[in-house]
Structures are given as C-alpha cells and as structure tokens.
C-alpha cells in the first residue's frame, strides 16, 4: 500500500514469543499448551506469599540462542519488576528485563535484501489468562471474568526491532523471518493462532526525509494478516489526519480484527506508573563465554542460510514451489529434501512431498528416515507408484516407520504395472475412439482425459507418467 | 534535595497503590509521610554520582535451575483458596480495562 | 523450662518423652496466653501427632533428629501446609498455604515439635506488634509494657517459658530489638544463611530467618538445624551448613571487638552502661576492645525506611482479593482490589506501601530508591573496611528497655528510631546476635549487640556465650 500524499509509514515491532521449554520460567509447572484451567500451577506461578523464583536455565539457553541468531550481544543482565494491577499477573508485577537485556543490538536480513536493527531481546514471563462472561464475550460488556493461571510464568522473549520498517510487506516480511529464526533455534513453535508468538507494532508517518512523526502502538496482532491489515490501517488513518490538519496523540490502540480498524485503548496521561526496580527475589545473570559458545555451537544453519542452499539446487522455481520452500524451511526438513536431490530424485516432487505429505504429519518426522523417503520418491518417478500410492506409503511411513517397498507390497501397490497398465489403456482406446483419434492427431490434452479415465477404473493406483509412456507407445 | 511532599502526591500514591482513603487520612498519612521523607532528605541531599547502587547484600550470579518438572498443586487445593471460582477458574468481577 | 539442648538430650536418652515436653510447654501456654496473646494459632492435637511421631521413632531406635522433641513456636509469617498463617493481617485471615516453608520442613526433619504461631506486627511492619490485626502482645516481664517486634509474638513465648525455643524474622531489626526488650537471645543470620521460601516477604532483600532461645547454646542448635543452601530460594548462599554448637565455647582471646560509637549514640545511660560492661568482660576474656567509628550507620534509618517500603509496596500487591485471603465485593476488580485492600490492610502497612510507591515512582526514584540504594553500596564497604579493624563489633540492640503501649504509635518516626542500631547489619546483610546483659529501667533487661562479616555466626555465638556466662556467674 502506498500512504497518498508523499506519506512514509515507519514501523518497529515487539514480538513477544513464548519459549519451548519443558517448565515454567520460574517454577517446575510444566509449559504446555490446552490444559485443563488451573491445572499447571504450584506456589511460585500463583504467586502465594512466601513463594520464590528461580530462572530456568533452558529459558536462558533459548533466549541466548535468539540473541545469537540475531547477532545480538550477549552480556551482563538484570530482572526487574514491572508493577501494576491486573487480575491475570499472581503477583501483580511482571518479572521482566529492563535497562540490562540479556541481549542488546543486532540485526535481522530480511529476503528481500533489506535490513531491521534489533535493539534487544529480552526475558520476562507471561500472564495468566482470562475469560470474559456475558453477552458479547468481549472484555466490554462482560459481567464478570474468569482467570486461569497455567499461562502465567511462562517464560517470553520479547524481541524489539528498530523503526525501520517502511511498508506492511516489509513488516509481514521481517516477523516471518523471525518467526523462521524462532523455529530454527528451537525456542519456539511459531504457532501464532495459539498466541505463541504475539505482535505489537509501533506505527508513526512522516513525510520523506522528515524526522519521524508521533507513534501509536497497536496491540492485538495475532496473525501476519492483521500485521499488514492493522499497519495499514493506522498509517492511513495517521496521514488522513495529518492532511485534515491534525494532530497524531501518542497512544496504545487495540486493533478489531473484524471490524478492521484500530481504536483508543490508552492515552498517555494515562500511561501506568510502573515503578521498576531490581527484582530482589532474582540474582543478576552474566554468562560467560563458555556458556554463550555451547549455545553457539548447537545452533543450527538459520533460515536465510538453508532458503539460499536449496535455492541454488532447484532450476526454475515456480511461485507456488517457492511458498512450498517456506513450508519445508519453517518445519526443518531441508535434509529430506537434500537427500531427495542427491538421489536424482525431481526437484519439485521432492519439495511438494516433503511441503505438503510430511508437514501434514510433521509430529512424527521421526519415523521417516531420509532414505525412506528417497527409495519412496524413487519408485514414483520410476513409475513403480503412482503419486496416490506414494502418498500412501509416505503416511505409513510417518505413522509407523517401515521399509517402503515392503510397505508398498503389503498393500499390493506393485501389482499394477506394466502388463496390467498396458491391457487397461487397451481397453480404454477400444472405448473411446474419437478421444483416442483427436490424441494421435497431436492434442496433448487429450492425454490428461486417458489419464483420468486410467485413475477412475485403477481407483488411482496407476502412475501418471505410466499412463502416458504407454499411450505414446500406441500412438 | 526533593520537593515537600503534597496532599496530591499522597493521593495518587494511594490510587497507584489500590488503597481508598478519607479526607482526614489523607491528611493524617500527608504529615507523617512528610516528616518520614524529611528524614529521608538526609541522603536524598548527598552527592553519590560515584557510588554503584546495590540491590543485593551478596553478589550472587547466575543461579538456575534444570528444566525439569516438579508436580503441581492439586486443581481443588488451588481452588479452595479462592474468593470466588466458576468453571475450574478464578471469578473476578468485571475489567474495565485491557492489560497495559 | 528445660533448655532445648537438655530436652533433646532426655528424649534421646529416654529419661523423657517428646509428648511429655510438649504437655508443659501447652500448659505453660494456657496459663498466660490470654493476658500476653502471644500465639494466635495453636492446634494441640496436631502438635500432640508429631511429638508422638518423634517417640514412636526413639522407641524404634531411631535418631529423632537434632531437635528431637524441642517444642518451637513459628513466626505468624511462616509458611506451613493446612494451617493458618497470617503475617498478623486481616487480609490473609484464615488463608492456609497449601505448602511449607524450608525451614518448617527442617525442623520437622529435625524432631523439634511447632506447638503454634506467633503474633507479630502486620507483615512485620512495626516494632512493638502494636500493628497486628489480632491484637498485641504483651511483654511478658511487665504486661504493660510492649515485647518488641516484629517478632514480639515468638520473643514472647520464650520470655515466658512458653516453649524453650522460637523462629523469628529480622528484616530491621525484628528478631534483635524483641529479643533485648524481652530478655532472650535473638539471632539474625547472614542473608542467605537461612532459606526464605515459605516465609511471606516483607522485604526481600533484606528478610532472613532466625531463631529465639532463652541461651546462647539452643539459639546456636536450633540456627545450625535450620541454616543450608536451598536451591528454592536464588538468593540462598552456597555451600552454607555451619558447624555453630561445637564451638560454641571457643571464647574471644585473642579477638578484636569494635565498639562503634553510632551504635551506642543517644541510647539510655543504663544502655551505654551495659555494653560498655559488656566490653570489660570480653576485654576480661581475652580479647582487645578498641573504639570505632561508622558515620555511614547514621544514614541506615534513611535508606532502610525507602528500601524496605519500595520492596514491601510490590510485595504486597499481591493481595488484591483475586486468588485467596479477603476480598470485598465491589462493582467492577479494581474497586474490588481497593475496596479489599483499604480493609484487608491496617494504617502502618498502608503507610510503609505509600512510603515505598512514592519513593519508586517517575520523578522520584532516582532521589530517594536510587540514592537509598547507593547508601547501602557505602553501608556495605563501610562494615567491609570496619571489619578489617576488628573481628567483630559491638554495641547496642536497642536505645532503651521495653517501652509502655501506645508510647510511639501515633508518631511513625519514633516508633522507626527505636531500629536506628539494628538496621545497618540488614543493609550489609551481615549477621549479628542480640544477647541479654544487664538491666536498665524499672529492672527490665538491656540486650546488647553483637555484630560480625558475612557467615561468623560461630564467632559471634562464641562472644555472646562469655556475655552469657559472666551473667551467670
């Protein structure tokens, strides 16, 4: 979206993600997602008196390894509590980082070339969460609310760009790339539609070259697509103001994803006093250089990394193979798809398999070997599966493991080929006659019919490729 | 050297804090935290640029634990504590705000 | 009263039983808890299963542990699972923490028997347990006169043989200060000696945990029971399980004792008469007493009257009627947290929480949270370089004995004077010890204090015990 009258939006993003690890960040309570209310709680992260934090060191290891992929640096830090009353925070102050973040700076290249300064990425924990009663569900109008504290003291790391984002694309661009480099690390799931990884975007507009005009700050992005929507929106609304003469206030806004639109949550006379100060309860953090290369060291190839290294393999990418490197890049399976190539398997057979039939059974990655899936795609190019009975052996596999040509016998996949292929095209010639003669007259379209025609008597157990060898060698 | 504590500055204090308080309170914790921060204008008044704050007596680093779970309390011991539950959770009345 | 040591000797030996203890120490109890209130919970059957716990396991040739039998009376902010722990507020009336405090776990671990809660100022704030919302507790020695507090409810108890040994919180002074003014032995540990999980906070960085005892030697088995690195508590020290009985006579010859001039200033001449005696009997002992200065301890009611209320505001935040103790119904939860908390809340947590909000608001943390902060740093390297002068330090507990109900409450800043000689050691996080020495006014007991570097509690159970024995003799 271009801003009318030689408006530029400029945008920094706070993205909070929650870390994947196995407890709390303060407690032994385990960390997981859809429990039952109030079942994932103890002393610590219902804040009952007399109870005390200690940091979880996989949190720390986690955080690090997103300070590191951003190339952050990593020093001497410090939690403070952040005060304030709200029913779903036990204690009613946030353990967070402030003036000392465990990482400070860094840097995030985006695909498109551009680059966004990280100013920090820091700790703290998360709160409880509360459901409104009432007619419309809504905090507005509910009549009382219910609070569940298995979320609270999960620990966050929340990442701050720099503003220096100048277009919703960008935007969209850069949380996705950061959403990849969460996954990478192992420090998150990425899985927004859970609130894993929430957004909250800073939004002013200048003219070009100006310095930078007032911000608001938009809470609430729980998708990439009310990222671009909701900057949109209020960059629109910010320079459609400024025309009318005007005045941006600095405030926080709350984006209605169904209306579409940003409204007043806060201005800022009414900013909290948060009264920071050193969480007295904690001990400063400071990890040594040992510490911070361990971490170094298990880090795996980031995102940008592994899209060039497949990039360089597949000849002509297609927009919709591109989309589809996403999905294996985002889920980590570069390496089946690796292996697919060096095992002269097509490159866009590998990477739809490896996008669409791995990733919808991705749990269980760890039943499919590399050469399972590679001897799997082999017997389709060749011919000996069709891309059904491929697809087939490549969830069994998945499921329970195996060996494919055994899998692929059991279920009497094999059976097809060749003389039996031959007699059913035979039959189908004999049956239509017209298509056939429009087929040898050179309408290669006609082919896809005599395919089709192949799959509906086979129940899709023929292979595509099959089909047309054996027309061709009627023709 | 810090201003003379006002009538105002209790209250908003007070509003900061979650307490209500009568007129004749705020006038009665107005004096006697006006002469406590009188006192306190003894170190408020020295000059320490120099001088490192310290939150902590010992200076302890990096204390962590394992990341390994340790059993929860029991669902009905957490809700038996509570003012009022509903539903497995914890009943408040309404929120007239979003969370900062 | 036995002394825990000897209970502990007996019901090992078998020349009594831990039921037998306990029944004294309940009736003993009865007899003055009315006129004193010094507990404010006591269950006697639940008390009567555990010392029939720790004799079911003697008779089984167990070792009972190394207070085995000893009844104990808990601080009313001390964490145990199923019984009513308070901080003596309203607003936590009732609540029953569904866990136990570390040390709670140790003694029991250790065969002592808790017989109840003790009363104490309301989240400790106060010096006289004037402040509690069950009342407060009378000094045992003359009933009209305050115990002291926080701790007032457990100096109390063992003041008045109630049970032979008591835990207490300090975090300026609230252990030491009811000590001396009830004529026991008070001992505040080095931060971090001692675990604070299960101890509701008042101020974190500077709480710790002690014991009371009527002696030296018990204050020193009972310290040594509950003192170990907890991996609960980040701020527990290390590698911490120190040895305190066995060298509890190893006297002070050869030692150097510092008697700090802002210790003693402006204290009762029968004060400054005893600690300067007491300075005759350690210098008697062996040691040299020299005169030292600390200019930095004239600050510490300053810096400690920012720093514990900024912490002790967003402490008590918690207790907003969401999750457990009182709440008071109101249309919408911030009126609801207000409404509980202006009720729930007594006038001098009140005034400490206000205290502490305003010194870490916008506009004025860096002048007075910041400042206070720094202070302590200088608090810290001053003890630091004292205690390279001397060994350790002397002076008073207390400006004066035991003073009359009512004397201070309605002016703060008199009632806060009366920690002006306690309060430095909690800034530096050093240990020091309160042992009774003398009397002053109206024949009522002077406490002096002892002070020592960070973990010289053996050192300074040691001095204390030649205080103790030249009292004796």
Not at chain 1, 216 to 221: A, D, S, V
Not at chain 1, 308 to 327: F, M, N, Y
Not at chain 1, 366 to 380: G, H, I, K, P, Q
Not at chain 3, 209 to 228: C, K, Q, R, Y
Request: aromatic share 6%.
């Amino acid at each position: 979206m271009t801003l009318p009258n030689g408006w530029e939006m400029v945008v920094g993003l706070e993205v909070h993600t929650e870390l994947r690890t196995t407890t709390k960040m303060f407690c032994g309570c385990a960390n997981a997602f859809g429990a039952a209310p109030n079942t994932h709680v103890c002393p610590v992260c219902l804040g009952l008196p007399g109870s005390l934090p200690v940091l979880n060191v996989r949190a720390v290891d986690l955080a690090m390894a997103i300070g590191l992929a951003l190339h952050s640096r990593i020093g001497f830090s410090t939690f403070h509590r952040k005060n304030y009353f709200y029913p779903d925070m036990p204690k009613d102050f946030q353990i967070s980082q402030y003036d000392l973040p465990i990482n400070s700076g860094g840097y995030l290249d985006l695909p498109d070339g551009s680059q966004v300064t990280i100013e920090r990425a820091h700790l703290e924990e998360d709160t409880g969460k509360t459901t409104h009663l009432g007619a419309s569900g809504r905090i507005h109008g509910a009549d009382r609310s219910l609070v569940d504290y298995n979320r609270s003291g999960v620990p966050l790391v929340e990442i701050v760009s720099g503003p220096d984002i100048r277009s919703s694309t960008q935007a969209r661009l850069y949380a996705s790339e950061l959403r990849g480099i969460l996954i990478a690390t192992g420090a998150s799931d990425g899985r927004m539609e859970e609130g894993s990884m929430r957004i909250d975007a800073n939004v002013s507009v200048r003219k070009s070259g100006a310095p930078f005009g007032t911000r608001c700050e938009i809470k609430n992005l729980n998708s990439l697509r009310s990222l671009v929507r909701a900057i949109d929106f209020e960059a629109l609304r910010q320079s459609e103001l400024l025309d009318e003469g005007g005045v941006v206030r600095q405030e926080t806004r709350h984006w209605d994803d169904a209306v579409g639109a940003t409204s007043t949550m806060r201005v800022k006379e009414e900013a909290e006093d948060y009264r920071y100060f050193r969480e007295p309860d904690l001990v400063d953090l400071d990890p040594d250089v040992a510490w911070q290369e361990r971490i170094r060291a298990a880090l795996g190839p980031m995102p940008a990394e592994r899209r060039r290294a497949l990039l360089d393999r597949l000849s002509e990418p297609t927009p919709s193979q591109l989309d589809a490197l996403e999905v294996v890049i985002d889920l980590g399976l570069d390496d089946y798809v690796v292996a697919a190539l060096n095992g002269g398997v097509d490159d866009a057979l590998a990477i739809a398999r490896a996008a669409n039939e791995i990733a919808a059974d991705v749990e269980h990655r760890d039943n499919l070997t590399s050469d399972a899936f590679v001897s799997t795609l082999r017997m389709e190019s060749s011919g000996n599966l069709s891309a059904t009975q491929a697809k087939t052996v490549l969830a069994e596999l998945l499921a329970n493991g195996g060996d494919p040509s055994s899998i692929a016998k059991a279920k009497g996949f094999e059976q097809l080929s060749s003389d039996s292929l031959g007699a059913t095209v035979a039959t189908l010639i004999d049956e239509h006659p017209d298509e056939w003669t429009r087929y040898r007259e050179g309408d290669e379209k006609l082919a896809q019919f005599f395919i089709g025609q192949v799959m509906k008597v086979t129940k899709g157990q023929a292979n595509g490729k099959a089909v047309i060898a054996e027309l061709q060698s009627r023709r | 050297m810090a201003t003379p504590l006002r009538r105002e500055d209790v209250a908003k204090v007070a509003k900061l804090a979650r307490l209500a308080l009568s007129d004749s309170e705020l006038d009665m914790f107005t004096e006697q935290l006006g002469q406590i921060l009188e006192h306190a204008n003894d170190i408020a008044a020295l000059k320490l640029d120099d001088v490192v704050a310290t939150a902590h007596p010992y200076g302890l680093i990096n204390v962590v634990r394992d990341d390994v779970l340790i059993p929860c309390l029991p669902v009905e011991d957490v809700l038996a504590m509570a003012p009022d539950a509903e539903d497995g959770r914890f009943a408040v009345p309404r929120i007239l705000g979003e969370a900062p | 009263m036995k002394s825990a040591r000897e209970i502990v000797q007996d019901v090992k030996g078998g020349a009594t039983t831990a039921s037998a203890e306990l029944e004294h120490s309940l009736e003993a109890i009865r007899a003055r808890n009315e006129e004193l209130n010094v507990f404010v919970h006591i269950d006697e059957d639940d008390a009567r299963a555990i010392a029939r716990n720790v004799d079911e396991r003697v008779a089984k040739g167990e070792d009972p542990g190394a207070l085995a039998g000893v009844p104990i009376a808990l601080k009313d902010n001390l964490c145990r699972i199923g019984v009513p722990t308070t901080a003596g507020s309203r607003i936590l009336e009732g609540w029953k923490p569904p866990y136990s405090a570390t040390v709670v776990d140790l003694l029991l671990a250790a065969g002592a028997v808790p017989v109840g809660t003790t009363n104490m100022d309301e989240f400790a704030m106060g010096s006289s347990t004037e402040t509690s919302y069950y009342g407060p507790t009378r000094n045992p020695l003359d009933p009209s006169r305050v115990p002291g507090g926080s701790s007032g409810g457990s100096a109390a108890a063992v003041a008045a043989s109630m049970t032979p040994v008591s835990l207490g919180s300090d975090t300026g002074g609230s252990i030491r200060q009811p000590a001396a003014l009830c004529g026991v032995v008070g001992v505040k540990p080095t931060y971090g000696l001692v675990s604070r999980y299960g101890l509701i906070a008042f101020a974190s960085s500077l709480d710790q945990i002690g014991p009371f005892a009527s002696n030296v030697t018990d204050a020193a088995l009972v310290l040594e029971a509950i003192a170990g690195h907890d991996p609960r508590d980040s701020t527990s020290l290390p590698e911490v399980s120190p040895s305190l009985v066995a060298g509890i006579e190893a006297g002070v010859a050869g030692k150097r004792v510092g008697l700090v001039r802002e210790l003693i200033e402006g204290a009762d001449p029968e004060v400054l008469a005893a600690v300067e005696r007491a300075a005759d009997v350690l210098r008697d002992a062996g040691a040299t007493v020299v005169e030292l200065s600390i200019p930095e301890c004239r600050l510490g009611l300053s810096a400690y009257y920012l720093i514990a209320p900024a912490e002790a505001s967003s402490n008590l935040a918690r207790y907003d009627g969401v999750r457990y103790g009182l709440r008071v119904d109101a249309q919408d939860v911030s009126a609801m947290n207000e409404a509980t908390r202006t009720l729930g809340f007594g006038a001098e947590v009140k005034r400490r929480i206000m205290l502490g909000t305003y010194a870490l608001s916008a506009g004025y943390y860096d002048a007075y949270y910041g400042q206070a902060l720094k202070v302590r740093t200088q608090m810290i390297d001053a003890f630091r370089s004292a205690y390279r002068e001397a060994d350790l330090l002397l002076g008073a507990t207390a400006p004066s004995v035991a003073f009359r109900f009512g004397e201070k409450t309605s002016n703060p800043l008199a009632m806060y004077l009366s920690d002006v000689f306690t309060i430095p050691t909690n800034l530096a996080g050093d240990p020091a010890i309160s042992v009774p020495f003398g009397t002053g006014e109206a024949g009522l007991p002077v406490g002096v204090q002892l002070l020592g570097p960070g973990r010289s509690e053996g050192q300074l159970l040691a001095a204390a015990r030649v205080l103790e024995r030249a009292r004796e003799s």
